[in-house]
Structures are given as structure tokens and as C-alpha cells.
């Protein structure tokens, strides 16, 4: 019988059908180590795999510790690929100095997409890995074929896409995000600024800017007609803003929590979704004072298949980065 | 001029319609500072002020470490409230042993409302406080007047609020919570069985039970009519389990990161919400392995006004947790 490998429950629960009607034998690999397997073997490997968003005068992309190891940047001003501006929600709308004296970029700034280079090195480990599909898994990564699901979040991309398909006709993930870059989630979103004001003592006694958001959908809790006014833009855009800066919370948290300073961001979700990776690239940026970084790879979405095919193929992941046949020496 | 304390955001904006219309002078009270003053007040003079949610069949309830210096059990059997059964979809729905002979009781007996005793003595501190109006904070609370917003949400009430009133034609919260304990969420949700079927190798070793939430309104995304036999009252428990899982997964990660075994949750989120009061009590438990505990306050959302009034007449809390005129001693 003619044998393939498969990975994932959404597959594994065919392994009958494939059997009975095709017959092929499904070889189940694990969910996660092939997720693992696979892209430790294209970071690995592929150049140019791996990529941030920076702001775009930001000159510091050089001299940040986790990547002066080996830093080959590749920068490419995304500026041009956003005709809509991007509203900025977590931080303020402005520039600022901070107190020690390092400007302070706003995410409509955060358009400038940075490669990272490869990892291989051993210093390398630990980081987190968050992949955003349906659900969200937390991994913990310490090594090669070394992992572990630490935590996760039912806050995913199906409740991005479930919740679209109540409130809106839009008929797929793509058309949904061009619907996301043209809407307003400030006429959705409660801001810090609609409780406070705009210019409030007591915003800068709590460190707030008056136009981060205090709630999500908040906005409509006091409006007569919820709805009113509202378009499928803002609506698709609030949604997406709720869902991504909730996984980046509870990855920068689980990163907190086991000191890693990188956290890599994969999955369906991130397909065509540069808002979601620059958001997160701002946020993690925001919320550690520059001490972690958000990352992503060119190849998103496929690391599971792949490495699903290697483990089966006995091709094994060396500690120095380079892969080679486990029998064939 | 008549003077009043006032706190919060939403009242301090008004402070100059008070003056021209009114001709009352709003003394400002800082939000958080009145809000930990006002619950610490309360907690350490009245009786009977703080409960936490047990498995009804629980017998470990006087021997819980963070309890034991002055443990003061009153227990309440609130089975009898709850009509109908509510979904376990943070654990699976039997019971089981765990392998340390431990028993794991489900969210459907976790019904019994346990008094937990005042909190007056130095060891109570550090504890989280989360607060839960229309967006969420969390504080770190070292001490009387010592306190800081570690972290927050922006997922909370007004998110719960602001999506029900665009998917369902509920009129006030309190219809919303009736609404809520007769839905039926794995309709809504996808449930981790739906992925792997009920009994896969995949979850023992995932770790993951069939019916626990993998995606929240995941089970939306697959569906041709999405809405279809869904009724208002499925959405509404989906919902509100999204976002009081959300919120407990904020709090647990901060308690976390910051080694605090207590959680205290106010705010007017939980008021006539028992579902959400005993689904924190068992994710907190759950997650934490028992080494954490969600505690919850009989006068929740008053505490804010009740510290503004206290602080603005000079009334300062002592550390043995008595409180004194601070002109009058």
C-alpha cells in the first residue's frame, strides 16, 4: 500500500477514508513536532526567511542585541503597499520623545519590513512560537525536535472569521482584510480619550494616551442604534484589532513569564494580513520596551506538511543548523 | 461652594457642568487610588465580604494554604440556582483521578459559594486585583495605598455588551445573563473534539480534553449559514465565555509573573453574573493547579465611590487593617 505522511486532527481523523477509499496508508505525525520540525528546517535554510516590521525612520534596526549576532538587513519600505493610513490604538497619534531621550515611533510609522536572519545558533533557544490558526497554541521551543505547548488561546483566527460571518457578507479571509484596511476602529472601538478626554491630568497620571483603546466594541455599549453609522470596514477592522492585539497579549505574557526575547508568529491567519504582523511587531516593540521582537516567515502556513514529510523521511535537524538524511550519512 | 469627591473618568469630565449648573465642586479622586482604598475598607471591617466558588463535593476546602491563617468557611450550596446544567468547556465533563489520586471535579459542580475570610494582616499582600467595567485593568496591590496597573484588557464588559447588542436584540445586561445560562456555546464554539474526534491518541497526548474550547465562534467558519439553529441565547453564552476566559487568562498570567496566589475580580461585569463568578473560580483553579484562587466581593462596584469619600475625609488605613480619622486620632 502506497503511504503518506499527514499531520494535524483535522487530517488524522480521515486515516480510515483514505484507507478504505484511496488506499493510501496515513502515516500520523504529531501536530506539533512537525509544525516544529518544519520550520527549524526552513529557518535553517532558506535566506531571507524571516522578517519584522520596523518604524520607518528608526535607524536602531543594527544595534539591537538579539539579532547584532547576525544581523543581515534587508529592509523594504512597505509605505507604498498601504494607500489607507493606519490608525494608531495603542499608542498616541504623535511622535514623542521619551524621558531618556529615544524617539518614540507610532504604529502608522511601523511600515518597514526587516530581515532577520536565520537562526542556527544555539543561543538561539529559547524563544516562543505561536501559531494562529482556528485556536491559538503558545509553544515553547528549547532545541531541536524540544518543545512544548505552554499555553494558548481560544481567541483565534475562527473567532476572527466566525464573528465576521455574523456581522458582515464578506465571503473570504481575503476580501476581509481589504475590507480591515479600509475601516475606522475608532467608531467602534471605546478609546481612552472618549472617558477622559483628550487632554486629562488624569491620563497622564495613569500613563495613558487618550487614543489607545479601553474597550473593544466599547463604543457601541451607549449608542442608541449600535449600528448606526457603522460600515463592514470598521467592523472587520475593530475585529481583527480585538483579536491580534489579544494573541499578542498573551504572547508577550508567556514570553514575560519564560524570558525568551523572541516570539515567532505563524499560521493561516498571518496569510495576506500585514496589519495583524505589523500590529504585532509594534505591539510586542511597545509593551517590552523594545526588549522582545515579533517575528515571521515568508512561508507561513506550510511548516506542518513539511515537517510532517521530513520526520517520515528520518531527516533529522543537527544542533548546528544543517540537516542531513538519518541514514544516509 | 458645596464640595463632593467624584472618581472616575466618565465623572471627572464633568466636573465643570457641576460648578456652572449645579454650583458643586468636584473634588478628583484618582480611579485606582479610590478603587483599592474603598475595597480594602471593606474587606477588612465587614463580615462576610469575600467568596470564592468550589466543586460541590469538594472536601479540601479548610486545608487550601492561602486560606488556612484564618480560614472562616460558610459554605452556601448554590446548586439550586441553576436550573440548567451549564457546559464544561474548560475541562471534560466526567470527573476524573488525577495521577496523583487527587480528584479533578468539572465546571457543572462548581457551584458551591464558599466565604473566604476578611483580609486585614501583612502575609495577604501581594495580590492582583482586576477590575472589570467596560475594559479591564489589573493591578498589583503591595500594601494599603500601594498599589500599581500592571497590566489590563481591552476585552471586557463593553466588548461583551457592545457584540451582543449588535447580534441579539437584548435590551440590558441583566435579560442578557438570563439569556446566557440557557445557551448552549458548542454550537458556537469549536470544541477541541470537533478537530480530533472524541477519542484520539492525538489528545492524550496534546494533553487536551474533546470538550474543551479550541476556537471560540470557530465553529462558525465551516458552517454555509453561519447563524442557522443558533439562538440568541447560544450566542450570548458564547460570548460571554469568550470574553470571562479571556479576562482569566489575563489575570492568571499576570499572577504569575508577579507570584501572587490571590485574584480578586470587581467591577460591574460580575454583578447578577454567576456564570462568569464561577467559571474565574474553576479556570483559576484549573490553570493554576490549585495554587491560585479567584475571589469575588458581595459589594462589587461600589468600591470606587465609597474610596473617594474616604480619602477625600482624611480616613486612612492603618496596616493591621483598621481604619481611623487621620485629623482625629
Known amino acids: 500500500m502506497f503511504l503518506c505522511s499527514a499531520t494535524g486532527g483535522g487530517a488524522h481523523k480521515f486515516a480510515d477514508v483514505w484507507e478504505q477509499e484511496l488506499a493510501i496508508g496515513m502515516i500520523k505525525q504529531d501536530e ?159 478609546m481612552v480619550g472618549d472617558i477622559y478626554g483628550k487632554n486629562s ?26 449600528a448606526r453609522g457603522l460600515t463592514q470596514e470598521d467592523l472587520a477592522r475593530a475585529l481583527l484589532s480585538l483579536v491580534t492585539n489579544n494573541i499578542g497579549q498573551v504572547a508577550y505574557l508567556n514570553a514575560k513569564l519564560h524570558k525568551t526575547p523572541r516570539i515567532y508568529f505563524v499560521g493561516s491567519f498571518l496569510r495576506h494580513n500585514m496589519i495583524s504582523q505589523r500590529r504585532l511587531s509594534y505591539a510586542i516593540d511597545y509593551w517590552s520596551k523594545g526588549e522582545m521582537e515579533a517575528l515571521f516567515l515568508e512561508h507561513e502556513g506550510y511548516f506542518g506538511a513539511l515537517g510532517a514529510f521530513l520526520m517520515t523521511q528520518n531527516i533529522e535537524n543537527k544542533a548546528d543548523g544543517f540537516f542531513q538524511w538519518k541514514d544516509h550519512p
Open 201 to 226: 491630568d488624569a491620563l497622564e497620571k495613569l500613563g495613558l494616551a487618550a487614543d489607545i483603546v479601553a474597550s473593544s466594541f466599547g463604543k457601541l455599549v451607549s449608542k442608541e442604534d449600535p
Open 32 to 190: 506539533l513536532d512537525s509544525l516544529v520540525a518544519g520550520m527549524q528546517f526552513v529557518l535553517s535554510t532558506v535566506v531571507g526567511e524571516c522578517f519584522t516590521f520596523r518604524p520607518k525612520e528608526d535607524t536602531k534596526t543594527d544595534d539591537r542585541s538579539m539579532s547584532e549576532e547576525n544581523a543581515n538587513v534587508n529592509d523594504t519600505d512597505m509605505q507604498q503597499n498601504f494607500s489607507c493610513p493606519i490608525q494608531s490604538t495603542l499608542d498616541s497619534e504623535t511622535d514623542h520623545e521619551e524621558s531618556n531621550g529615544s524617539k518614540v515611533y507610532t504604529l502608522d510609522r511601523w511600515t518597514r519590513k526587516v530581515q532577520r536572519d536565520t537562526i542556527s545558533y544555539s543561543s538561539a533557544y529559547p524563544y516562543m512560537l505561536v501559531t494562529i490558526g482556528t485556536g491559538v497554541s503558545v509553544l515553547r521551543v528549547d532545541g531541536p525536535r524540544k518543545h512544548e505547548r505552554v499555553s494558548g488561546s481560544t481567541v483565534g483566527g475562527g473567532t476572527f472569521w466566525g464573528l465576521m460571518r455574523l456581522l458582515t457578507d464578506v465571503e473570504n479571509f481575503e476580501d476581509a482584510m481589504k475590507l480591515a484596511e479600509k475601516g475606522d476602529p475608532t467608531k467602534v472601538d471605546m
